[in-house]
Structures are given as C-alpha cells and as structure tokens.
C-alpha cells in the first residue's frame, strides 16, 4: 500500500506570491492533517480535514487555508507569502480520523520564501 | 493548553548502548494518548511507540520501551542496543481523547546521534 504522497518535494517563492501544496492520503484514509514544522516554532499543527470538512484548525492566520476533495486528497494554500512562512510542511493521514488512531506521516514539501 | 517539553536538545551514545530520552507533558485532562516519532534526515515522521493513559502498563515495541509517569505526567522513551539506524530526531508528542481531532502536540524534538 503507498504512503502518504506530498507534492511537491521542494519549492521556492518569493514574498507576496501564493502557493498551493498536494497531500494524498493512504488509500481508505478519510482524515488528512497538516502541520509546519520550523527550527524555532517547531512542529505547529494547522488544520485537519475529515470528508471534506475542516474540524480542527491551528491558530494561523487566514492566510493559510486548505480543502479536501472526495477522494480524500488534500490541498493547502498559503497566500501572500511571509519569509516566516518557509518551513518543512508536512501531512499525515489516518483511517477515521479519531484521536486513537496513528497518523500516517508523509515526507513534507520544504517551502523557501526569498 | 496543552504543552510537551523535551529538555534534551541533543544527545548522543555509542551504538550498541542504552539510551532515555526524556519528556514531560503538561494536561488537565485525563484521556489522552502519547507518541513518540522519530524524524531521520529523510524527514518523514515515523511512529515508534505509543501509549494509553488509562494503560498503567508501559509499552514496548522491540528495543524501544516507554516509562510513563502519569501521576509525575513524565513519558520518557528508552531505546537498548542502539544502532546506527537509530540516528534521527525524535519527538514526543500527545493528543486529547475522545473529540475525533488529529491534533497532535509536539515537543521541541531531541537530536539523538548514535556513533559507530
């Protein structure tokens, strides 16, 4: 079975740009989690989709967003790029989304901000 | 809040020795679950072990067990016979039951080096 699928690896803007990040989950996964992982914030949760709903939300500003399709992939958005916004985002999925079952870790999209 | 502290940014052993890595956990609440991931330079987050609150037995999986201090909210991770392979960040992370929410709480992560 494949492993959660970030896209893309690597990306590079610049300030005042936007940019649009992929996860897709492990197949059968209904529950798609983001979170930015920065040296001094460390790992940061943002939001969390289940069946196309957002349940949970971080506290970021409204500049990141997110949806869910019905096929359970996942997209987040990030508008008018910061330099705070470089970071290693990363996603995870798990099967029904309840607190008792594991997320499933994909290999995170390194986003630099010049 | 919730909060999860890690006080050891870097540690580093040779291999084939033992090694605890240290955390502590801040909560109000009384069911939750406790992770610890380990992170290589590769960077995707993998699990390594977890535990029940409501569990007073410590978890193993292999070389990698768990103290879990509830009372003290302290989840320390051991890891025996270390080995090369073992080399990576690791982070101790909780989350709230029930509510259905994935919103995992992460440490500041320990940098764990094992030397040949």
């Known amino acids: 079975k494949a492993g959660v699928t970030q896209t893309p690896r690597y990306l590079i803007k610049t300030r005042g740009q936007q940019v649009t990040l992929s996860c897709s989950p492990i197949?059968?996964?209904?529950?798609v989690s983001w979170y930015q992982q920065t040296p001094g914030q460390g790992l940061q949760f943002l939001f969390e989709y289940f069946s196309e709903t957002q349940r949970n939300k971080g506290n970021f500003p409204g500049r990141f967003s997110g949806r869910q399709f019905s096929n359970s992939r996942s997209e987040m958005n990030v508008s008018t790029l910061e330099l705070g916004d470089s970071a290693l985002y990363l996603c995870a999925s798990s099967l029904q989304g309840a607190s008792n079952q594991p997320q499933h870790f994909g290999d995170g999209t390194r986003l630099s901000i010049l | 809040a919730q909060t999860v502290t890690q006080s050891q940014p870097e540690m580093s052993v040779q291999e084939a020795e033992t090694v605890t890595l240290s955390c502590t956990y801040d909560t109000s609440e009384n069911n939750y679950y406790l992770f610890w991931y380990k992170q290589p330079p590769s960077r995707q987050m993998i699990l390594v072990i977890r535990?029940?609150?409501?569990?007073?037995q410590n978890a193993t999986e292999n070389r990698f067990s768990v103290n879990f201090q509830k009372a003290a909210k302290s989840f320390s991770l051991k890891i025996s016979d270390s080995q090369l392979g073992d080399t990576a960040m690791y982070f101790c992370a909780f989350i709230l039951l029930p509510g259905g929410a994935q919103k995992l709480v992460f440490g500041q992560g320990t940098r764990l080096t094992i030397n040949p």
């Open positions: 197949s059968g996964h209904r529950s």
């Open positions: 535990q029940e609150a409501y569990k007073q």
